[in-house]
């Protein structure tokens, strides 16, 4: 019951992330200070893959690259942060998923020790019962060799059978 809720609460928050997102790109698009940073974030990034498209392309990367009008540096900034915020959440969702797995998986392996462990306390048990039932086999059959009633109860010293057949072949 409770892994069902988990996973559906896991996808809510990766669903509800996206709106979040949407808010926040906006409100970062209003607010002056974070403008201007984000304006310089957006101009560093546009360097950086106009740098490495020009590379994969083959084409001159010594060229200088204009920068992006403050309206298009803002978009492109607001859409990298709401990308990276969403990328956050699913991120961290699936840690949490990972995690939940891994204590749930050392839960079972913790359960599954314990019975090993019961499994070996009685089998050791059974294992000394079973030597203390050949000790009492044993006095018993040295106490009715000694009275002489081996032949009454039926007793048979196992080594003399053994000497009785090998003298019949």
């Given at each position: 019951m409770v892994?069902?809720?988990?996973?559906?609460?896991?996808?809510?928050?990766?669903?509800?992330?996206?709106?979040?997102?949407?808010?926040?790109?906006?409100?970062?698009?209003?607010?002056p200070k974070f403008r201007n940073f984000i304006v310089g974030i957006a101009q560093g990034n546009h360097r950086i893959t106009t740098q490495m498209q020009r590379r994969i392309y083959g084409h001159a990367t010594d060229v200088?690259?204009?920068?992006?009008?403050?309206?298009?540096?803002?978009?492109?900034?607001?859409?990298?942060?709401?990308?990276?915020?969403?990328?956050?959440?699913?991120?961290?969702?699936?840690?949490?998923?990972?995690?939940r797995s891994a204590r749930s998986e050392a839960k079972k392996e913790e359960l599954r020790r314990q019975e090993m462990?019961?499994?070996?306390?009685?089998?050791?048990?059974?294992?000394?019962?079973?030597?203390?039932?050949?000790?009492?086999?044993?006095?018993?059959?040295?106490?009715?060799q000694k009275r002489g009633l081996s032949g009454v109860f039926g007793f048979r010293h196992a080594h003399g059978e053994e000497s009785k057949s090998a003298a019949a072949n």
């Open positions: 892994l069902p809720l988990l996973k559906l609460g896991t996808l809510a928050v990766k669903t509800l992330s996206k709106p979040i997102a949407s808010r926040l790109k906006v409100q970062a698009g209003r607010h200088e690259i204009r920068p992006l009008n403050e309206e298009k540096a803002v978009q492109a900034a607001v859409d990298l942060l709401g990308e990276v915020f969403v990328f956050s959440v699913a991120v961290a969702a699936l840690i949490f998923e990972v995690q462990e019961v499994l070996r306390q009685r089998d050791d048990e059974l294992a000394r019962e079973v030597e203390l039932l050949k000790s009492k086999l044993q006095e018993l059959d040295q106490l009715a």
